[in-house]
């Protein structure tokens, strides 16, 4: 495993995460996720049979996981799940995952108010008053994390047996609520973010929509990457916006889709083969969390973010190669890295290369990271005013501006395989300034 992963940046050691729903899909992928990045997970079901059965596998692969047996829909039982979680985590809680959802695909006539109202009960105030409820745990961490599971159809209209009316504004709604409280809580030190799956193959889904060819071979041709997406391709984007490595990262909702919100027509791919399983016991982190023999071509890799995203992907094991105009420059930062032991050659042209997400045929994966003011010498002059500096961080709700690491850790994950359905994206890495609207004392 490359020397970064050590880094307690890439770590969630110590930490303590609160996952509903874990004992199938995305949540049961999100529970294996965080332990083996270090974390101790509490999560539960309604069904104790099958949650004793996860809770016995997890035990064995060596993953400190704990469960309850609560029904989020009742808020009594949601009160007495915090209860639970506060006492086995001494009054402070790291991580929040709202994963819980359930969904109904009708024509919207047809919908009655009990499908309304337990969709909005299930999907939209249970994890709103999860929010609540641990609020107090979490301020009490100090670099808390909540991340919602929204869907594709809470950013783009997905109809399926007529439509899903409800479903998707329920979506729309946990968006809005990222952004919001990702702006009121940022003083507490709570990031928030969304995750937002296109079909991702759960066991739900699998019964029920991929039990039909023609819904597979229609999802299929909507998908740039040709294919749907597996738990584990969801579970590492959760756990990395809960890492120390995301912490300029607040208020996104971020499409895990192949491509699908980015694309007007796809070609379809066939499917890949499966790649073998990889090993992932105890802490140990599996080798989708690392670039351990991967190549990499970093430009203008010679100060600021540039350099941070070079010394990133090579302490993650990658060879990279990088340019820059300035040889003296060049060179001594050559130097530096054969000293630490990073694989880093370079040279002195700049190459540009524009890349589209048409080519996820060709398996090339295309995500852009918009930054906000990242501290560099390019920004220097700006951030040494007072005035400016006062006024940048007054507009942003985290109150700071970025550091190159907080970056370049952004910039690593989207080339991990860990990132594997992520393509088309435009993550914003800001303190949450893109989703400040207005604030009145
Ligand atoms: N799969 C997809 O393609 C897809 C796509 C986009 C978004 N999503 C979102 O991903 C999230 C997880 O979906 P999934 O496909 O992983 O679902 P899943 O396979 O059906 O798993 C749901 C998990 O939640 C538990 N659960 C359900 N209702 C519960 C309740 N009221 N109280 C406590 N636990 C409950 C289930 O256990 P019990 O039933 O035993 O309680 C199970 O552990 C949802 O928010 C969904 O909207 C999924």
């Not at 695909?105 to 641990?134: G, I, R």
């Amino acid at each position: 495993m490359a020397g970064n992963m050590e880094d307690t940046r890439w770590s969630l050691r110590g930490m303590t995460a609160l996952v509903p729903g874990g004992t199938k899909g995305i949540g049961c992928a999100i529970v294996e996720e965080l332990a083996g990045l270090g974390a101790s997970v509490h999560t539960c079901s309604r069904n104790e049979a099958e949650l004793d059965k996860c809770l016995g596998e997890w035990e064995s692969k060596g993953f400190r996981v704990t469960g309850s047996v609560c029904d989020v829909t009742s808020r009594t039982q949601r009160e007495t799940l915090i209860t639970k979680v506060s006492s086995l985590f001494n009054g402070k809680l790291d991580i929040l995952i709202n994963n819980v959802a359930t969904t109904i695909w009708k024509p919207t006539v047809e919908f009655t108010a009990d499908d309304f109202s337990s969709m909005m009960s299930t999907n939209v105030e249970s994890p709103y008053h999860m929010c609540q409820l641990t609020h107090p745990l979490l301020k009490c961490s100090g670099r808390a994390s909540i991340v919602f599971i929204s869907s594709v159809a809470g950013v783009l209209a997905v109809y399926i047996s007529g439509s899903g009316s409800i479903y998707s504004a329920t979506k729309g709604a946990v968006n809005q609520l990222t952004k919001n409280l990702a702006c009121e809580w940022a003083k507490d030190n709570i990031r928030v973010n969304a995750v937002a799956p296109w079909f991702i193959r759960t066991e739900l889904v699998d019964k029920t929509l991929f039990g039909d060819e023609k819904v597979v071979e229609a999802i299929i041709s909507r998908t740039p990457m040709g294919r749907a997406g597996e738990p584990k391709e969801v579970s590492s984007l959760v756990a990395f916006l809960c890492l120390p490595a995301a912490s300029y990262m607040t208020g996104q909702t971020i499409c895990v889709d192949g491509g699908a919100t980015r694309a007007t027509e796809a070609e379809p791919e066939p499917e890949p083969e499966p790649e073998p399983e990889p090993e992932m016991a105890g802490n140990s982190i599996d080798r989708r969390w690392s670039l351990q023999g991967m190549t990499a071509l970093v430009t203008g890799g010679t100060s600021g973010i540039g350099l941070a995203v070079v010394e990133e992907f090579a302490g993650l094991g990658a060879t990279v190669h990088t340019c820059s105009f300035n040889e003296s420059q060049l060179n001594e930062c050559l130097r530096h890295w054969e000293s630490k032991g990073f694989q880093v050659t370079g040279a002195l042209i700049q190459l540009t290369k524009n890349l589209a997400c048409e080519w996820a045929k060709d398996n090339i994966r295309v995500n852009a990271v918009a930054l906000w003011f990242v501290k560099t010498e390019l920004t220097k002059p700006i951030f040494e005013d007072n005035k400016s500096l006062e006024a940048i961080n007054s507009r942003t709700p985290m109150g700071r501006i970025g550091e190159p690491k907080e970056v370049s850790s952004v910039v690593a994950f989207l080339c991990m395989p860990a990132a594997s359905y992520i393509t088309g994206q435009t993550v914003c890495v800001d303190g949450g300034l893109t989703v400040n609207g207005f604030a009145f004392p």
